[in-house]
């Protein structure tokens, strides 16, 4: 699975959209794009994913470049219950691998 | 969005004694599940995939003695840690994947080894 690499923390006002970046520069033809995101002391919880369109549902948006070597998660708007750790994953069909993740925090 | 349960939550044991997670499907069967183990203020680390009948695929490092899976019908897949120790003090995860697409998470089990 190729390898991703998310900044490693990021704050974001209650309300606002909060915008996730990830890249993913090795990126085969035929993997998926997907996130997911970890609440403290709970098991991961899917969010979204995608190949090659940008990929929206009632939690979030996702935004692939054209040559699918990033994506951006965007959560539209925030709240407090947002805060999490965010992972972006690349991969098949098999095992999720976790990288380090970006934790977002939701201020007040 | 499918169901994974993880049982217990939270389990305390002694040194030395082995302990039992349980990881079910409870609206759909999975064939192939995944056990992760994860430290404190680390990501989650795969330690093992769970086939149906037949015998799980360990990441490397990871001791398959220590830590045995078993995964005997579409539902349900367990992990025992034998002999424990405080150093496998972890929260232990598992997941299934459904459809081939995502992957849906248990609550995930606190294992403190005092």
């Known amino acids: 699975d190729a390898k991703t690499t998310q900044p490693t923390s990021m704050d974001c006002a209650e309300g606002r959209a909060a915008n996730l970046p990830c890249n993913h520069s090795?990126?085969?033809?035929?993997?998926?794009v997907y996130w997911y995101r970890q609440i403290h002391s709970q098991g991961p919880q899917y969010i979204i994913h995608g190949l090659k369109n940008n990929e929206t549902n009632e939690m979030a948006s996702l935004i692939i470049t054209e040559d699918r070597k990033s994506s951006t998660l965007i959560l539209p708007h925030a709240t407090l219950r947002d805060t999490a750790v965010y992972y972006c994953i690349v991969g098949g069909y098999q095992k999720v691998t976790f990288g380090t993740g970006t934790k977002l925090q939701v201020i007040p | 969005g499918a169901v994974v349960s993880q049982h217990p939550s939270r389990v305390i044991c002694k040194s030395g004694t082995s302990v039992k997670i349980e990881c079910r499907s409870l609206d759909f069967q999975a064939t192939t599940m995944f056990w992760y183990r994860q430290f404190p203020k680390q990501s989650l680390m795969l330690m093992a995939t769970s086939n149906e009948g037949s015998k799980a695929t360990y990441e490397q490092g990871v001791e398959k003695d220590k830590f045995l899976i078993n995964h005997a019908s579409l539902t349900l897949s367990t992990l025992t840690v034998t002999s424990a120790h405080p150093e496998d003090s972890s929260f232990y995860i598992c997941s299934a994947r459904v459809g081939g697409y995502e992957a849906f998470f248990g609550q995930g089990t606190r294992l403190t080894v005092v």
């Open positions: 090795t990126i085969s033809g035929n993997e998926y």
